[in-house]
């Protein structure tokens, strides 16, 4: 995936074993006619692989394979291992989940497992070898996804005995002794203290909320449990198929476990791309979800491509991407006709190698026969294949201008995400529906607004560089993560509640923002939530809501907007910048385009409807809204306009060659 | 229930066993004061008849026969198989039902058993024989009820053990090899093939949705056990009682078994007709839920009494009428006064041979100390039982008007109502709330709103006569389905989604509408659902909203009206007319009003309140609003005014004999 | 607690155990400088009393004793059986009560028992009598607490075996024959009859609603289980403590046992005061609790003052006072500055012996991270440490004007409270939402709005000398009650649905009010209940909602409001007065403004956020708005100004020694 002329590549996902296998010839020559090139298989397969126990059937996987390798498409092979087939479930019925309420989660749809269970892990093992002998070596078979979206479905945590022994295990490696782990945790505070490792319990159908630092070390054991799992495919895999990259197609608004970590082990990180559903689960209000209706959110993609890009250290694929309605959001309205299109370029302009659209052809049974494909169930040519077309059509325009590899390049902004410290305030939100993720994600539509392209990195990594680093959800930070603040030579801007906890989730001892206390010469005194509707104004004429914080000043500080009582709620240090509430969307604009200007970028308002990123010589522009958008602003006299112009339609995209772009490049 | 002098009777329900025998022959007397002809007992009776396994005392039963039927009044006996007593469920735990949640549905109320369990099948057959044996022959026992309201609080889906293993027979007996049951569900979607019949498993407690094909044949399986034992009782019966009725009361809004089905096995059907306790559950919004407090929805009632018309062939009764304030909605007002008078009426206007009240005497004790009857607690006369008595003088003044047997007398329009589409849609709405039922009753409602008066009856029924036949909501259609609508000689008026799947849940090979294609040549190529307040507007005017299809006509066709971009929506071929989206309440009425004119029937628009029912020489109409209606244009000057007049008070009825009705009979 | 100098203490609760030993003297010599007098400690300390089974370690607890009593501060000692450790839920599994879907309430955060497990009694008695026998005759400590907060987390109701056990011994102890149960509970109603006591199951998880009188019994049980296990924990205190004060700290709004028959074995009742906690689950709605978002609701404090001044038969005392923000509620904003000295100061008014603030510091770890304390988790003073500082000043500023005891000192004005009357409404409300509590609330702030001060009372309890009686919700009215009714002296006004029950549970033999026919002479022939937004206007400009009763007066009254239509609504016989709906606020005052008056009782309204409370000499002022207030028309020219003045500031607060108080004390 290196030479420019295959830089952006488009793929499909494909189950063969729904169709008759006289079909499969037709519908691979009719993917490269297209213009797909990569083809994903066998994700589900397992009860066709092996049917009876032991009994592996490889023909029809075979005749599949050479099918499509004959009509010269590169095969994405996936482990089949997010559906057991019901033999093994039979065998091994404790190999389920449990829910929260302590019910099953049984047979019948998919995910149908739990991370900790030794049994299913062996199985795991045993079926990916299997896979992988067959199909490491073979030259049409290049890239490998293991399992598939962990976390669908809230499957990632369980309240099983196997769960509960595993986590006990976890803890006595982590703590050694139980009077640490009570040390810890606090156990002392009701009479919680644990005699024994073994005396652990999960910290579900407990009276009231249990121990928030018992729950944390959970959700820390319940991640590192997903990275064992993906961790064995991964070494199987490797042994049996060497330079092949392996992936894992995450999720969006998963946050269930630490991607960063499960990504550690992978090639490339890729994800799956549903505009309109998620709208539904994400959108800001209904008056929202209405006006972007067949569009989707306007940065909820571009969050996760820049998320994911992140992940995978710098390499990120859409494993997945919507081509029409789906099935399973509340309601599944049909995109804008050129969405499909548009949404495809957005993920080539944020840096992905492959956009594989979800699926060749809607499917005639099972669950989701209402989620379109690029062909519809009678195999008849759906818009989403007419959109693929002239995508492949547009990626050969301008394969020349691509100049720079986006995955190495730097954007000028930075904004740091921490998994455990959304897990933090899920456990202890401290106001009703307080939410890392709605924080960081209100953080990162402000910075699209000012025109900014933004990077996504993990707390630690190395943030000299960036002009704006942003942290609005950092409630522990570690060491890595102090060093890594501290050494940045760029404006850094902090949400409320940083440094908040310690590890254990502790109050820091001389109070929050703990370890960020050099940088944030304050100290914060108390906290409230606020009920909707309530806010504390700014002197500045901004504003806070549902998050308030009193904050004393305690070193050379500037306190660039107070409450009307006169407390601190924008204070600035030197390069630093701390936020002591929930801020309201327009005040948020308001501090961060400050904070750009004051890091010397250049700042454009987009409006809702219109985004721009850059990405190495080219420039990509979309039109989110109903309605036609004028985008002359966001291009220079001197670009070169390479696709579309500026009078961008309802789902319109321009993308040009920047002339500016290698000075602007320098910025970062 | 022949001779003309007693063609509509009333009735109670009474409950000796709760009162000291020293009252009952008094109650009885005053029941035949009152008017009433008809008495249903012991249908709770269980622990009285048999108060220790296998000790069956009767005397006092006998006893309680014999003062009703002393005082001249016909008996209605039940069988108690809705109410088993403790002793019989601590014999057999698990002969109880099953939540989706996995919790026992446990003794306490009623209805606590398992339509699957053998044990209590057998139990349930010796109770019945019991019964029969004692009181088959009696004289005065005219009628048999079985058990009580099957699906009532939800009773008909069971999630047990019980319940597994009946399935896997049923499903045996469907498919014959697993391979079979493969195939047709489709189960290769998620690796979910099945390896033997014994490893179904419920569709329950899955990790997401569960294959909605395994769903739907549940629901089928579910019905098919309503049958099943229903018939067991029936059969008993008959042995024992020949040449008695035998009915069973179904409920109102309960689509959770076929009741065609059900009914097959029947001699009529009746109902429990609830009307201002059902408003709470089925009214269209808060507003209509405050206008219509004391008069109940408009169209429910005539919508069940049409409804159970059909399923009984023709034959329907009343066997709970409200008498009072209720005591199981969220708020129980008290109806207008003269509105259980106005009910009475309106269900013998639809058909109904008898309306009986539920019930004598309000109880003091039990969940239903708050349910009114004809009579207090402390005995002295309710309303309830000054209604009663006074629709008992006026059914005698109008007898010799009744000259043609609603019974045998068809409507000019048809409603086809399919209660499997129904469950398939609840199984896979693809939209939040799109209900089948509601839909259904939309089409109802418009079609009284324009003065019809309808029959309703099953798909596969013979269509032919029928000046308009609706379609609203028939998602499968069957062989004798789509031969009787290619019958039909009137206009036919499909809702959307007509044809979309086959008997087993599959997409069309050719798109939906599948069968129906000969009939309407056009093709479903994409659907999408919408959020509440997206709507679709029609080029006439119209609009539609929550579904709209994307259709290709495909033969000779007329697009009736489209959406803006030229989408059709409103498509007629021939006779037959489809609607490619839900429609709005205004433009339904105008299509339907359009292909009622082009059929030849008369409409009046009789606007919120006021309802109008012919019915033989009989035209009945009533006056559901909280303020006076003129009801002049519903009554010719040649019609003779029997009862009321055209100035309708609040809980108005009017009765006239048409001068026109031969005529109008002639059109159907 | 005698002497006039100590009449009004301060204390707070305190944990060793969460702290390094070598900070308690400090702690304790900084609790005497704040000027408190009171600690109370242990409540949770059993894993560090008993870390191992009988392994009692009293040590620390020895020295924590000594430092606190070392600096002259008296204790009051706990029993820790609110949180039994984990190796003793480990022994008995069965010990923890199961919720009413059937689940497990597992160890993990508090209140983990069940009250019927023999084994948990036996347990905690073993543990009480450790901890009684090591410090019952220490000299500084002065008090006992029992357990934590019966009823908090919903802990009092458990669906378990040894629940249902008990209950069975229970009935079997009422009823002595099962028939006697039978017919009491009218179980032949759904052929729910028993055949032995054994066989009794609990009210949970039944098909439909289970028998209301099944229910009720249940509930009388439980709240007996209750005092059955308090009184445990008070016999052994008594018998190795004799002559200390034993207390329990009740919690606000929690009604699910009966806290008169608790505190019948209690010397003085104590409760937890949350004053904006309270305000999420008890606030009128969204607009009130957005005016009262750092204050609390007005009356929510004085009722619960006056309730456990009653439960306590004259002696309360504030265990835990809010000093700042929480951490359960849904929103957590602070108090406005000298909210806490308001709170304080209103419950030595309300007759409170002594006001503990909760907590010393602010803990750093556990659930209630977010809790603040008197001290910051750092240790810093907080503004609840500065506060109570002020308080404990002016408390000995008016200590001379102190002369009457409020505990011994009668209202003018009587409110009846009945829990088992609120049990029966949650039972069966026939009406949507309809709460006891919420009813009795409103009469509560009506008369607090016309100025009054209120004792509360138990049905049952000497009436004579009040000059006004309310009971608003008295469903059940026994013999004692209905004796002092009839001795009662003053006006009596009743709500709704009084005396419409019997103890069983059944209708009175000649309808509602049954016991209470004497009095009223009137007869409930029907009821209905209302929709929201449906409102019966009285023909006095009034108005009733959610609950109408249709009326006959069957002897000498007069109807002082009538429904539109005729039916009476308020009926007044001589002193007795019946409202035969629920009240809108407006009209509820009117009404208790005319029985005030006609009483003799001077009224004055107070207006949303000024509220006034006489108590001896003294008369205490509060403004609880978010804006100044004048109180001058509740400041007589000859009243002595001790504390603050006319002009209330927000949080403002007046004391004055009233000229005409021992005239106003006469009226009652």
Known sequence: MSSKATRS?????????????????????????????????????????????????????????????????????????????????????????????????????????????????????????????????????????????????????SYSEAARQAFAIWLRDKYGTVDALNAAWGNVFWSMELHDFDAVALPNLTVTEPNPAHVLDFRRFTSDQVVRFNRAQVDIIREFSPGRDITHNFMGAVTDFDHFDVAADLDVASWDSYPLGMLERFGRDEAWRNWYLRAGDPDFQAFHHDLYRGVGGGRMWVMEQQPGPVNWAAWNPAPHPGMVRLWTHEAFAHGAELVSYFRWRQAPFGQEQFHAGLNRPDGSTDVGAEEASVVAGELQAIADAQTVDDATQRSPVAMVVDYPSIWATEIQ?????????????????????????????????????????VAPHLIMVGEAAAQAFAAADGQIVFGPR????????????????????????????????????????????????????????????????????????????????????????????????????????????????????DHGALRTIVNYGPREADASRLIAAADEVLIGDADLGVAGVAIVRRAAAAGKAQTS
Chains 1, 2, 3 share one sequence.
């Open 9 to 157: 590549h488009l793929g499909v996902c494909y189950y063969p074993e729904h169709w008759p296998e006289d079909v499969w010839a037709g519908d691979a020559r009719r993917m490269v006619e297209v213009g797909l090139t990569h083809v994903r298989i066998a994700e589900f397969a397992w009860s066709r692989i092996e049917p009876r126990p032991g009994e592996i059937e490889f023909g029809w996987l075979d005749r599949a394979v050479e099918a499509l390798a004959g009509a010269g498409l590169k095969i994405i092979m996936c482990t089949p291992t997010a559906t057991p087939p019901k033999w093994l479930v039979d065998r091994m019925p404790d190999m389920l989940a449990v829910a929260a309420d302590g019910a099953e989660r049984r047979f019948g749809s998919r995910r149908h497992y739990d991370f900790s269970h030794a049994g299913y892990l062996e199985d795991a093992r045993r079926i990916t070898r299997a896979v992988a002998e067959r199909f490491g070596q073979h030259a049409s078979v290049v890239a490998w996804q293991t399992d598939n979206e962990y976390g669908c479905h809230e499957t990632t945590v």
């Open 429 to 469: 939100p401290q106001a009703r529906g307080y939410s890392g993720l709605a924080l960081t994600f209100q953080f990162y539509r402000a910075l699209r607004r000012l025109g900014q392209s933004i990077d996504i990195v993990p707390p630690g990594a190395d943030l000299t560089g960036y002009a704006v680093v």
């Open 498 to 613: 940083a440094g908040s906890r310690l590890e254990t989730h502790q109050v820091p001892p001389k109070l929050p923002p703990g370890p960020l206390s050099k940088l944030l010469p304050l100290r914060v005194v108390r906290v409230e939530s606020l009920r909707p509707g309530v806010r504390v104004a700014t002197d500045d004429g901004g504003a806070v809501h549902h998050w308030f914080e009193h904050v004393e000043v305690t070193g050379d500080a500037k306190v660039r907007a107070a409450a009307h009582d006169g407390k601190p709620v924008w204070i600035e240090a030197d390069r630093a910048t701390y936020l002591a509430g929930w801020p309201d969307d327009a005040w948020l604009e308001t501090v961060l385009a400050d904070r750009l200007i004051a890091a010397g970028l250049a700042i454009v308002e987009t409006g809702d409807d219109v985004r721009v990123r």
